[in-house]
Structure formats: C-alpha cells, structure tokens
C-alpha cells in the first residue's frame, strides 16, 4: 500500500501565497508522475499542475505564471507553491502519484486532500 499525506492548505487573502507538500510512503519502488488537482464546490475535478521526474511539468493554463510544482524524488514528495492566488483557487487541492510498486505493477494514488481559501 502507499499513503499521499498532503500539508500546508489554509487560508490566504488574494495577491498571497501558499506552499502545498505531499509526502508519498509505502511500497514504492518508483514514481512516475506526482502531480496536484483541485476541485472547487459543484465542480469536477481539474488537473492543476503535473510533474514527470524531475523537470518535465504540465499546468492548467489557468495557473500557468503563478504556481511552480516541483518534487524530491529522494523524499518521495512533490510540492506546489502557488502565488498571485485569486478567490477562483479555492478548492479542495488533491496529491496524486502515479507508483510502481514492489510487484512491479503501476498504480494511482490520492491524497486525502487539503483545503485552500482565498478570501479578504
């Protein structure tokens, strides 16, 4: 089994910034893809931003310029800053990764996710 636990969620007014950390353990041999999705009220999910290694990264183009991913690979953790935030970046932020296990199959995990607001 592998656990995601995120951290750093909370409150920020607009023109702020918050640091998101997800933190993966358990039977990891490797991780392809670690990545953050949100999900606002009466919305679907969405991709965020997505990080394949090291250097190869995705964003959503409405984070595109304000939000970096980055990960450890040596921690098993991916981060997400996000500055210039904006009331539309309130949701519920979701850690995913993307796990070759010890049977060498590849699964997908969640986070159990964390809360951001954006408000004055």
């Known amino acids: 089994q592998v656990q995601l636990v995120e951290s750093g969620g909370g409150l920020a007014q607009p023109g702020g910034s918050l640091k998101l950390s997800c933190a993966a353990s358990?039977?990891?041999?490797?991780?392809?893809?670690m990545g953050w999705y949100r999900q606002a009220p009466g919305k679907q999910r969405e991709l965020v931003a997505n990080?394949?290694?090291?250097?190869?990264?995705n964003y959503a183009d409405s984070v595109k310029g304000r939000f970096t991913i980055s990960r450890d690979n040596a921690k098993n953790t991916v981060y997400l800053q996000m500055n210039s935030l904006n009331v539309e970046d309130t949701a519920v932020y979701y850690c995913?990764?993307?796990?070759?296990?010890?049977?060498?199959?590849?699964?997908?995990?969640w986070g159990q996710g964390t809360q951001v607001t954006v408000s004055s």
């Open positions: 358990g039977d990891i041999v490797s991780i392809n893809i």
């Open positions: 990080i394949i290694s090291t250097s190869r990264t």
């Open positions: 995913n990764a993307e796990v070759v296990t010890s049977s060498l199959r590849t699964f997908r995990y």
